[in-house]
């Protein structure tokens, strides 16, 4: 199958929500967007092979984004820190909170940008999420610590006063966005469709 021609057998439960119920793979309405810098990249895909296509999935985890574009005859590069979460699907692991890492994943990026359908980052919001701010029953802490805010919103990077455990599981995180950032930048600048998913309760 060839880029702009419709997947009708594709099975929408199979499709991660990432790329959303409408896409189905269906790459022609990619080159019916005018006006967008990311257009010019998505022309390229004219001709190509779907098995000649990348989707990168950053901060993978379980990488079922990738399971399933390789299912669809997509080539799909998963990245995280950890294979443990893995389901079944290779995964490429990096630490995004270390500089070489960071600039080989960028490295790959950039020599495959021809190529890049999606580029889709799921960094974690445990540090970043409001949830915090809600008080748990005791009865379901099963005598843990109830956890406690550690940003806000007028101190997104982290509260005032953390230490220990709390301080450095906000400052992995905050280097982890910053490497977030670095990523989506340079996609921007290689006209590459980037998704980020974020929850709405999350500081980040």
Known sequence: MRVGQSDNSCDPSMNSAAIGAKNDMQFSNFAAVDETPSNVTA??????DLQDLLVVEICAGT???TK?????GIRGLAVDKSKSRGCGTEIMVLDLTVEHDIQLLLQI???E???IVLVFISPPCGTASKARERPIKASLLFGKKQPMPLRSADKPNQKDGLSGLDKYKTETANQLYDAVTKIVMACNSLGLWVLIENPRNSLY
Do not use: D
């Open 43 to 48: 022309y390229q895909f004219s001709g190509l």
């Open 63 to 65: 990488a079922r984004l």
């Open 68 to 72: 399933t574009v390789r299912a669809k």
């Open 109 to 111: 990026i950039n020599a």
């Open 113 to 115: 940008a021809g190529r």
